[in-house]
């Protein structure tokens, strides 16, 4: 079974920091992957979505993505972080069978002001 | 569009009451999903309908049921609620099942179980 590994559990940075965010994902196949967010208090949205072509996803709010095949990996990342910018993140990826999500653990992002 | 719609926002349950929550969407998706989230352990998979007329379990169905009851709606129904059932609840629909439609998801149940 597909599975995915999200290394940072909480995160804490100042603004203006980078931010790379590491999720990891079991299956060897062509992948479907996925970064949400979940300010407080709020559903999930969509940030980017990968699903072929060009490695480096580009999503809303500044935020990217780089698919590195090689290394079964789909970092999140944002050159300079805004308070705006605290909620959870989920990276996910699809599952070939019947359209299922498959999450990570999500990981609690801080940005002090 | 008002997307995905869930009710309650909330809920308070004893243990062995029973409840259904509600869900439903209208951006004529064929493919719709139940998930809880707790903390740590990310969104987990109920069960999901790849479309009307037909459910399947996810990772962790036991002790729910669901109800396709046409392509807008899917219910969620715990039978008898247990404190392990406590949680928060999150709908969602997709275009097209298996296919690389994104999931949008509802505004989530937050329920308690005493």
């Known amino acids: 079974a597909q599975s995915v590994s999200q290394h940072n559990h909480h995160v804490i940075l100042s603004e203006a920091a980078s931010l790379e965010l590491g999720c990891n994902y079991s299956?060897?196949?062509?992948?479907?992957l996925f970064w949400y967010v979940q300010y407080p208090g709020q559903h999930l949205q969509l940030l980017l979505k990968y699903f072929s072509g060009d490695p480096l996803v580009k999503g809303i709010k500044g935020f990217e993505a780089e698919f590195i095949k090689s290394k079964f990996s789909f970092n999140l990342r944002k050159p300079s972080v805004q308070w705006s910018d605290t909620a959870e993140y989920f990276c996910a990826v699809l599952d070939n069978q019947g359209g299922k999500l498959i999450f990570g653990q999500g990981t609690e992002l801080s940005v002090k002001p | 569009n008002a997307g995905v719609t869930q009710t309650p926002k909330f809920q308070v349950l004893k243990t062995g009451q029973s409840m259904t929550l509600q869900c439903a969407q209208d951006m004529n998706h064929n493919s719709m999903y139940w998930y809880r989230q707790d903390p740590g352990m990310g969104l987990r998979l109920i069960y999901y309908?790849?479309?009307?007329?037909?459910?399947d379990k996810g990772e962790v169905p036991n002790g729910y049921n669901v109800s396709r009851l046409n392509k807008r709606e899917f219910s969620l129904r715990l039978e008898s609620a247990a404190p392990s059932q406590t949680s928060v609840y999150f709908c969602?629909?997709?275009?097209?099942?298996?296919?690389?439609?994104?999931?949008?998801f509802g505004p989530g149940t937050r329920l308690t179980v005493l």
């Open positions: 309908s790849a479309s009307e007329g037909t459910t």
């Open positions: 969602a629909s997709s275009g097209l099942a298996g296919t690389h439609n994104e999931q949008f």
């Open positions: 299956y060897g196949g062509t992948v479907n």
